[in-house]
């Protein structure tokens, strides 16, 4: 199956500054979405980006499909930007199904 | 905005119970999920279904059932529940066609004693 690496795994910021995550694939995709994990478990929807780019605040993103990566950018941290951000992506005819990377925790300290 | 809801956030069962997770969605999506999360091993889909009594195994489906009767409803069977089963179980539901978006709902911790 397709395989999702996400860097780098763990991330401490300073708050303002600013950071990129970045998620490699193994092969194609028509579904590729970025969740932020909250404190409390639940996957919350960032973006949905099988290719191109869009933005969303201070929050951006941008797939590159022909080279099988894809960046999240986060500008300006906050401290309720902590939390564990997942990668996570569909191929072919299941591209329904998500196949997830491990993650990034993120850790924004004041 | 989509909604998924599952029946509990916290839930504690003894060895050999059998536990019903529930899930609800309220956007008509054909394509529902059930996926576990471990520390180490990530996120690992258990099951899914793509329409009303469909379903389909996903990667790690062993000791588990899955029941759909009505579209909003996914439901997860633990027949015979096993500390190994302690995790947290994730919902998410989406559209059957070119847009593959899921949403989730909040999670449900299950410990197994």
């Known amino acids: ?13 300073q708050e303002g500054a600013n950071s990129t995550l970045r998620c490699n694939f193994s092969d194609s995709v028509n579904n590729l979405q970025w969740f932020h994990q909250n ?12 290719s191109g780019t869009k933005q969303n605040g201070r929050l951006s993103a941008t797939t590159v499909a022909t080279e099988r990566y894809s960046l999240l950018y986060i500008s300006s941290s906050q401290t309720t930007d902590s939390g564990v951000y997942f990668c996570a992506v569909g191929s072919g005819a299941g591209s329904y199904q998500l196949t997830f990377g491990k993650g990034t925790k993120l850790s924004v300290i004041p | 905005d989509v909604k998924v809801t599952q029946s509990s956030r916290y839930l504690v069962k003894r060895t050999g119970e059998k536990v019903f997770l529930e899930c609800v969605q309220d956007m008509d ?4 999920f059930w996926y576990r999360q471990d520390p180490g091993l990530g996120l690992r889909l258990i099951y899914f279904s ?3 009594k469909m379903k389909e195994k996903g990667d790690i489906p062993e000791g588990y059932s899955v029941s759909r009767e009505k579209k909003e409803r996914f439901s997860l069977i633990l027949e015979s529940a096993s500390t ?3 995790s947290m179980y ?3 539901s989406s559209l059957s066609d070119t847009t593959y978006e899921a949403f989730f709902g909040q999670g449900t911790r299950l410990t197994v004693v």
């Open chain 2, 90 to 92: 994730l919902c998410a």
């Open chain 1, 1 to 13: 199956g397709i395989q999702v690496e996400q860097s780098p795994p763990d991330l401490i910021l």
């Open chain 1, 39 to 50: 404190p409390w478990g639940q996957l919350i929807n960032l973006f949905y980006i099988p």
């Open chain 2, 50 to 52: 793509y329409d009303v």
């Open chain 2, 29 to 32: 999506h054909e394509n529902m």
């Open chain 2, 84 to 86: 190994n089963q302690t």
